[in-house]
Nanobody, 117 residues
Framework: QVQLVESGGGRVEPGGSLSLSCVAS????????VSWHRQAPGKGRGVVAF????????DYLTSVKGRFTISRDNAKNTMYLQLDNLKPEDSGVYYC??????????WGQGAQVTVSS
């Protein structure tokens, strides 16, 4: 089955760190553009970071630059998001996404990230 199984998330105090991961099955992650998206309560879902196929060029939402890191391990067929120096405004449900060259987009099930004192 083509899917992304997402894990990680939790609650941390401001300044803390979390790590999210998504394991892909049924397709090759290295050939896809991978991205992470965030949805806060009452708000729409927006992109936080993406990593292209091939050269693997990364870009980030301005508010998370220098604090979040997107990566991909082709041998493990897994994508990651490292979240450091977290702020309360970073709270929300984080979803991984893979855009394949020959098929529909694949989404993870989401992981809750809560940053509070």
């Amino acid at each position: 089955q083509v899917q992304l199984v997402e894990s990680g998330g939790g609650r941390v105090e401001p300044g803390g760190s979390l790590s999210l991961s998504c394991v892909a099955s049924g397709f090759t992650l290295s050939s896809a553009v991978v991205s992470w998206h965030r949805q806060a309560p009452g708000k729409g879902r927006g992109v936080v970071a993406f990593l292209t196929a091939g050269e693997g060029s990364a870009d980030y939402l301005t508010s998370v630059k220098g604090r979040f890191t997107i990566s991909r391990d082709n041998a493990k067929n897994t994508m990651y998001l490292q979240l450091d120096n977290l702020k309360p405004e970073d709270s929300g449900v984080y979803y991984c996404k893979a855009s394949r060259p020959a098929g529909p987009d694949v989404w993870g099930q989401g992981a809750q990230v809560t940053v509070s004192s």
